[in-house]
């Protein structure tokens, strides 16, 4: 069988490779990157967290009202953990491959910004802390101004889902 005039299954050299000439300013399309996905995840982990803290533990003598407890107290530790690490993930992302070296002449902080973040998303996935939740939705929404002005649209409000 034959399509374009190549044999299929048959390899092709290197003289036969069609040759692409590409450019691109960054790491990816633009409109790829946006701290939103973070600030998502960072809502969900203080929401979790807040659950955590509110759920009351029943008389430990009643077999299923325990069970339920821990079920539904894993689950909400597993979900705040998974979101966690989504929120470090889509920092980190912002942090490594949206910002550039000159703009640190604007955010001279913005390393420790990031950093700090990082550390609070795993800050959040140990801990059961609504101080530590809240000061990571803080760090994400001091990110997200950081974006947005990087980008000349300091207009774009930060807008929480909760």
């Known amino acids: 069988m034959f399509i374009d005039g190549t044999r299929m299954g048959h390899v092709m050299s290197k003289e036969q490779l069609p040759i692409i000439d590409a450019e691109a300013h960054c790491d990816g399309p633009c409109g790829v990157y946006d701290p939103a996905s973070a600030r998502i ?67 001279p902080d913005l390393h420790n910004t990031f950093w700090q973040a990082a550390k609070l998303c795993s800050a959040c996935k140990v801990e059961v802390s609504s101080e530590h939740a809240q000061e990571l939705m803080d760090a994400i929404e001091n990110i997200h101004n950081m974006f947005w002005n990087v980008k000349g649209r300091s207009e774009i409000s930060w807008i929480r889902a909760s």
């Open 41 to 107: 995840a960072g809502e969900a982990v203080q929401s979790m967290t807040k659950k955590m803290l509110a759920l009351e533990c029943p008389d430990t003598s009643n077999g299923s009202a325990m069970a339920a407890y821990v079920n539904t107290m894993s689950r909400y530790a597993a979900i705040k953990e998974e979101e966690a690490q989504k929120c470090k993930d889509e920092l980190l992302v912002l942090w490594t491959d949206f910002f550039k070296p000159q703009h640190l002449e604007s955010i």
